[in-house]
């Protein structure tokens, strides 16, 4: 499986100026903006506030933006007509993920800057963001696979905002149903304790559970979501 | 080429086809919705087709430009794009976004996408139906050049647009496929026997359909054709056989002003609307009945013809 770069640039040049022109998607990217604003005035003590922030982020940019991508293409049949033309499976799944990959990474370093939070490790938390990005973004390929429209592409994304962000609280009913401890495993609940882990007195056996975690889910979504590209498009 | 045949309730749906394909020349074929669909449906899985389909969209914020650009990165060929926009007519929509054209240039737009095709043959699905005079024009240009390097497979319901760029065109429909003659041949040259000057006497024609002896008035009819030897009488839509040839009909119908406007066709001039210029070499004629029906016209019938209309 071939990438060529010139023919993934070109899908990610394309998808940049329609992804900009189009303002009912692309108004999404100030959305997490506006919640860090609004979460600076909370004390920043609070634990976890940052942690909501980027579940929430992740899910809004990275998965509904890339849903939204891959299925407004099969709405207007482009993304057939793209694959009659050279560019593999991999050059337009690259392009268009690369694309949501640079918004997400600018949006959320402007939200990081607000809420004014200083990791633990600078070189654990950029890794644990960009496989979370990654994860996130192989979610919204998927749920874009599924969807024909890019009104079903914003209602699939809704049980994945549900499970997704909600895992962390889900945790906290562990007690009461343990059947909830599969939650802990999820990769968003992984993030609150990776952003947990205080800078006083810690060492990496404490963030290396979580990032091992964060990167199987990456791996393995990532896998799924170009393999059920190839079957999808096959069927149709 | 090669179609599998296809049996709907235990029918005959699809014969088995088989298109003799060359470069430098495209076959039309001219049938309804639901065989075009299967006919696309064969040729998914092969890589050596690209497929048009009727339901082609578009990236629709982007500019002309910016599509084409698109096109020529994503296809990896070397051409530059202000040659392209001259070359495609579109100078003046450069600037406009797709989503603000009109519809026809919309489709004309969204067509190219053939331009850029790799693939050695082309199948396209209704490319004439939403274009106006104008787009059909520079399409069928486009067209005519790709054929110089592929083949072309057009797949449309409608005569008229088969033959605007077309060199051999089939008809497929419940009796089955069979080419229509639509060639231009100048060396044709019937013999034309001496006319029965006083022939006003009561000329019906009479057709065949279901074992059942039909009688038309000559005015009724729109026009005549001869498919594969056999003569098909148009009238109101419907088709009915006849046993006469079409020298025979024309000498008959000649004084209910009928003409022999092709080899192969005989049209009722009262009902024809327009004549249509394709290119300096290719016309036809549209009539004016219910459906739309249109019939091809010969280069060298045009100057009889215009005599006969005096214009």
């Known amino acids: ?236 | 080429m090669q179609f599998q045949p296809m049996y709907d309730n235990g029918e005959l749906f699809l014969p088995k086809i088989e298109l003799n394909m060359t470069s430098n020349q495209s076959i039309g074929i001219i049938t309804d919705l639901k065989r075009k669909q299967l006919l696309m449906n064969q040729l998914v899985n092969y890589s050596e087709y690209y497929l048009f389909r009727a339901g082609q969209g578009e990236y629709m914020r982007l500019t002309v430009e910016e599509l084409i650009t698109f096109l020529i990165k994503v296809t990896e060929r070397n051409e530059r794009v202000a040659l392209l926009m001259d070359y495609f007519a579109l100078k003046e929509e450069r600037k406009v976004k797709i989503k603000d054209l009109s519809s026809s240039k919309r489709m004309y737009v969204t067509l190219l996408r053939v331009f850029f095709a790799h693939q050695p043959t082309l199948v396209l699905e209704e490319p004439y139906f939403y274009l106006e005079e104008q787009d059909r024009r520079h399409f069928k240009r486009i067209l005519d050049d790709l054929s110089k390097e592929k083949q072309i497979l057009i797949l449309t319901s409608n005569l008229e647009d088969a033959i605007i760029s077309c060199d051999a065109i089939y008809r497929l429909n419940e009796s089955g496929f069979h080419p229509l003659d639509i060639r231009d041949s100048e060396e044709d040259k019937q013999e034309v026997q001496k006319q029965d000057e006083a022939n006003i006497t009561l000329q019906k024609i009479s057709t065949k359909r279901n074992d059942k002896v039909i009688l038309f008035n000559p005015p009724e009819i729109d026009f005549i054709e001869s498919i594969e030897g056999s003569i098909l009488v148009h009238v109101g839509g419907g088709n009915y056989d006849c046993a006469l040839t079409l020298t025979e009909l024309e000498q008959r119908l000649l004084n209910f002003g009928f003409f022999r406007c092709h080899r192969s066709y005989i049209v009722n001039l009262q009902k024809v609307r327009e004549i249509i210029t394709w290119t300096k070499n290719s016309y036809s004629l549209r009539l004016n009945t219910g459906q739309d029906a249109v019939v091809p016209l010969s280069r060298s019938k045009l100057h009889e013809l215009k005599a006969l209309l005096n214009i």
Do not use: H
Request: charged content about 15%; overall charge neutral.
């Open chain 1, 1 to 236: 499986m071939s990438i060529s770069l010139k023919r993934a640039r070109a899908i990610f040049v394309k998808d940049y100026k329609e992804f900009t022109r189009n303002y009912a998607v692309s108004i999404m990217l100030i959305f997490p903006i506006i919640l860090a604003l609004l979460f600076r005035s909370v004390d920043p003590s609070v634990p976890g506030i940052f942690a909501v922030v980027l579940n929430l982020s992740f899910v809004i940019l990275s998965c509904f933006t890339q849903a939204c991508l891959i299925a407004e293409e099969k709405e207007r049949n482009t993304l057939r007509s793209l694959m009659m033309t050279p560019a593999t499976t991999m050059d337009v799944l690259f392009g268009k993920s690369s694309l949501v990959f640079v918004m997400s990474a600018v949006v959320l370093g402007i939200v990081t800057y607000i809420l004014g939070y200083e990791p633990t490790s600078i070189w654990a938390f950029v890794a644990v963001i960009i496989l979370s990005i990654i994860l996130y973004t192989a979610v919204g390929t998927i749920c874009g696979l599924f969807s024909k429209t890019v009104l079903e592409a914003s209602l699939t994304i809704l049980p994945v905002i549900f499970i997704f962000t909600g895992a962390p609280w889900g945790t906290l009913l562990v007690d009461d149903f343990p059947i909830f401890k599969v939650l802990e495993y999820l990769p968003s609940t992984q993030l609150v304790y990776f952003l947990e882990v205080r800078n006083t007195g810690f060492t990496m056996g404490d963030l290396f559970p979580p990032l091992l975690i964060t990167l199987a889910w990456t791996v393995v979504l990532t896998i799924v979501s170009v393999v059920l590209y190839q079957r999808r498009l096959k069927d149709e």
